[in-house]
Antibody
């Protein structure tokens, strides 16, 4: 079945970096885009950015420019999200999600299970 | 940036009754609007896309409507499993989510 499986929980100190993985299966990896969305404890959903799994091009939300890097490995159908210069406000669950189509912008039909990232000294 | 505003923040409804959730966009998003359901400890699940099309496997009691800047999600004959948080999302220009509506048991 179509699924996205993310890496496990992380605990990081302020100023460090974290890299979260998202492994896709059950569909043609290069044919879809993957997004990253985060959710702070008790808060709503915040879009972080997109990576086009085929070509690897990216687009990031303004508030993460300079701190986030999204990459992919087509040989393992895995997408990565690295966030640097971590601060306590980055404590959140990070989700990867697949966009339904690629011709125009579309909704997210498949989500990973989420990865909890805790930033604490 | 297109700002999405959901109302109410919390909605209390009895099982078996109908719930209507609202979502307003700060500028027109045409019908580039999705609704998601999220239960505690779970990832969001896509319910509606294109403002009114149910995603695969979504029961017919869920329906979406609206276009431009005003949208609604209606859930008929509420079941116990429907009590959750609901988010709208626009994908007309980049992607932004509403702050969510918590649907709770009355």
């Amino acid at each position: 079945q179509v699924q996205l499986v993310q890496s496990g929980a992380e605990v990081k100190k302020p100023g460090a970096s974290v890299k979260v993985s998202c492994k896709a299966s059950g569909y043609s990896f290069s044919s879809y885009y993957i997004h990253w969305v985060r959710q702070a404890p008790g808060q709503g959903l915040e879009w972080m950015g997109i990576i086009k799994s085929g070509g690897g091009s990216t687009s990031y939300a303004q508030q993460f420019l300079g701190r986030v890097t999204m990459t992919r490995d087509t040989s393992t159908s895995t997408v990565y999200m690295e966030l640097s210069s971590l601060r306590s406000e980055d404590t959140a669950v990070y989700y990867c999600a697949r966009e339904m189509a690629t011709v125009t912008l579309d909704a997210f039909d498949v989500w990973g299970q989420g990865t909890m990232v805790t930033v604490s000294s | 940036e297109i700002v999405m505003t959901q109302s109410p923040a919390t909605l209390s409804v009895s099982p078996g009754e109908r719930a209507t959730l609202s979502c307003r966009a700060s500028q027109s998003v045409n019908t580039n609007l999705a609704w998601y359901q999220q239960k505690p400890g779970q990832a969001p699940r896509l319910l509606i896309y294109g403002a009114s099309t149910r995603a695969s496997g979504i029961p017919a009691r869920f329906s979406g409507g609206g276009s431009g800047t005003e949208f609604t999600l209606t859930i008929n004959s509420l079941q116990s499993e429907d009590f959750a948080v609901y988010y709208c999302q626009q994908y007309r220009k980049v992607y932004t989510f509403g702050q969510g509506t918590k649907l709770e048991i009355k």
